[in-house]
């Protein structure tokens, strides 16, 4: 049996990624951030040392919820995304 990746989103590799999954797609657009400038907010916390399966040891949050919404902001500092 292959160990869990602590490094990667959930929607990479869980059950639960799948509903982390539906639910960034169920906020409504005008809530949501373009496809580009998720990419963009998850390519920085894929490369963050606060990420842990999935989820930022900072404030605790699923990180590919955070991303996906307009109004949130990375709690490390604002200006990273």
Do not use: F
């Not at 998720?38 to 842990?52: A, M, T, V």
């Amino acid at each position: 049996m292959t160990k869990p990746c602590h490094k990667c989103l959930l929607g990479e590799n869980s059950d639960i990624g799948k509903h982390i999954q539906e639910y960034v797609l169920s906020i409504p657009a005008e809530e949501k951030v373009t496809d580009t400038e998720y990419q963009r907010r998850l390519d920085i916390c894929k490369n963050c040392s606060h990420l842990l399966d999935g989820m930022c040891i900072l404030c605790g949050c699923y990180v590919e919820v955070r991303a996906a919404k307009a109004k949130q902001h990375c709690v490390k500092s604002v200006d990273v995304w």
